[in-house]
Structure formats: C-alpha cells, structure tokens
C-alpha cells in the first residue's frame, strides 16, 4: 500500500522501542504495531526525530524497517524517514525501504539552507535522485531544521517535483501557511497534495477545521487522533473538537522538548505496547515531578473521556 494524494486520517509516528541496555527492542516493535491497527491507525510512520533516527546505526535502521513492514504485513502504508545530509545516502535508504514494501519515505530539506531557491534546488536534485516511482512525503519541520520556506517555495517544489504527493505540516506557526496553500488550490493555482499535520497534534482541531486531510504525528493514545480525525471527516466537528480538548492537557504534556519522548514511552510502557521506556543516550529520564504530572493528566484524561462517553483506551482506568 503507498500513500497518494488523496491519503487522509491518522498517521502514528511510532518510536524506537529500546531495551534497557540500549539494545532495539524487537518484540516491541510487533506490539506496537498491534496496538496501532487494533486503533484503527491508517498508516504508520517510523524513523522520524520521534524515532531517535539519528542515534541509530545503519544496518539497526534497515532491520528496524524490515520488523514494521513484516508486522504490518501491507494493511496499512508505512512511511519511512529518509533525511539525511547528503543525497546519496538517502537515495540509497529509501531504495531499500520502498523494495521491502514501504508505502512512501518522509524527505526534509536538508539542514542548513538558508534561502528559499537552496531548499527548492534540494528538493528538486532530491526527488529526481529518487526517481519518478517513490512517492515523497515533504516534511516541513522548521523547529528542529531550522528550515524555513515561503507558500511560493513550496508551490514551485510541487511544481517541479510529480513525485512529491504528501506534505508533512509542521511548521509553528503555520496555521496561515495552511490555509494560503488551501486557498491557491481551491483557485486553480496550486496542484492539489495530501496535507497532514504534526506537531503531536497540539492545532489538530485547528488544522482540520483549515483543510487538513489528518495529521502524521506521535501521540501515545493512537485512539485520539483516529477518533479526532475521523469525527472531522464526518462532518462531525464539534465532536472532534470535544475529544481534542479532552486530550489536549496530555498533549501538551507530550510536546515539551527534550522530555516529552520520554513521557510518551512512558505512556506507551504503561499500556504495555513497549516493555522499557528507555531512550537510547544521550536522552533524558523522568524525575519525581514529571512522573507525578503524567500521573493527574492521565486520571484527568480519563474523567473527561468518561463525562464524553468516550471509551477509555487501554492504560487509564476508570
């Protein structure tokens, strides 16, 4: 299954499940998937910056890769990160990914350009090194590139680039993005791609109500975002909106730098889908105070869901 451009719903950005020695945690990655699927999930993502892409080692990458796609078993498109700073290497990843029956490969401009034509001359050695036949996921991620691009840039990169049929939305602010580059294609101006959003989800209510087609993004209750995206699809905004608020405490919980990861695995230990919350050093551990906060939010969390006549996902008690 690839992705296109008429993709929507929730994508999760799964994390590297590790062992406590720092090992890749193998079984793990197996309940994850299972726990994605079981929530109805309709893609998964892997190798992110949530995925700890960076601290892992080439052949950890390819075997990480192999596990999601043999789990998953072509029930849902799996996205693979690819960025890397040079073109060859990335080439090369996302050749192997899309021969073990990768769905697509998630593509940022390399860190380190500083104009718009640099990320546009990327972009288009980028997708033409890759060939017509791999379908790119454009990641806009500002905050951790520190790449920044006009609504102009991006309209020439899909001008130039058939093969790039998803744009990842992430930047912060980006709400104005969004709604120009809804807006150029409700004119005729711009051709029409898949727009999911990230930012784990903290303007998901926001970013639909602006023409979303779902969001790509780690978040440890899966349940929320497909809840969240599917009430919006049907029409049933206010509904959407109302799980949105319910969750958006934890969210926020979620998206503080540095720790936020380790109080997703946290979640994610918790509910058993990963055996160790560990990160893989350097990476930071939860104090006394973090591990007290997760634990309001998520007795929080559940008396909110309980008031909606939400169902309580596995890990919160009633």
Not at 99 to 119: E, I, R, S
Not at 148 to 156: H, I, L, S, W
Not at 232 to 241: D, L, P, V
Not at 242 to 256: C, G, M, N, T, V
Request: include cysteine; aromatic fraction near 6%; charged fraction near 25%.
């Amino acid at each position: 299954m690839r992705i296109d451009t008429q993709t929507q719903g929730a994508y999760v950005i799964a994390p590297t499940p590790f062992t406590e020695t720092g090992e890749v945690d193998m079984t793990s990655i197996d309940r994850l998937v299972d726990g994605y699927l079981e929530a109805g999930a309709a893609g998964i993502t892997i190798l992110g910056i949530m995925g700890e892409a960076t601290k892992l080692m080439p052949d950890e990458s390819l075997a990480i890769t192999e596990r999601f796609l043999k789990r998953v078993d072509g029930r849902v498109p799996v996205v693979v990160g690819v960025s890397a700073p040079g073109i060859l290497p990335m080439v090369k990843t996302a050749h192997r990914a899309m021969a073990l029956g990768a769905g697509g490969v998630m593509l940022a401009p390399a860190q380190g350009l500083k104009t718009d034509a640099a990320v546009e001359a990327y972009m288009v050695e980028a997708a033409q090194a890759l060939g017509p036949d791999v379908p790119i996921c454009f990641q806009d991620y500002p905050l951790t590139t520190g790449v920044n691009f006009t609504v102009d840039t991006y309209q020439r990169i899909l001008e130039r680039c058939p093969s790039v049929i998803m744009f990842k939305h992430e930047d912060w602010p980006g709400l104005a993005k969004l709604a120009e580059i809804r807006k150029r294609e409700r004119e005729g101006k711009l051709r029409r791609v898949s727009i999911l959003t990230a930012n784990g989800g903290l303007f998901l209510a926001s970013e639909l109500h602006l023409g979303a087609d779902g969001c790509m993004t780690g978040y440890a209750f899966a349940e929320a975002l497909v809840g969240i995206c599917r009430y919006f699809a049907e029409g049933q905004a206010e509904q959407g909106e109302d799980l949105f608020d319910a969750h958006l405490p934890l969210i926020r919980l979620e998206a503080q730098p540095g720790v936020g990861l380790a109080i997703r695995k946290e979640i994610y230990r918790r509910r058993g889908l990963i055996a160790s919350a560990a990160i893989r050093r350097p990476g930071p551990r939860l104090a006394a105070s973090d591990v007290a906060e997760l634990d309001r939010q998520l007795a929080r969390l559940a008396r909110r869901l309980s008031e909606l006549g939400e169902p309580l996902p596995s890990g919160l008690a009633a």
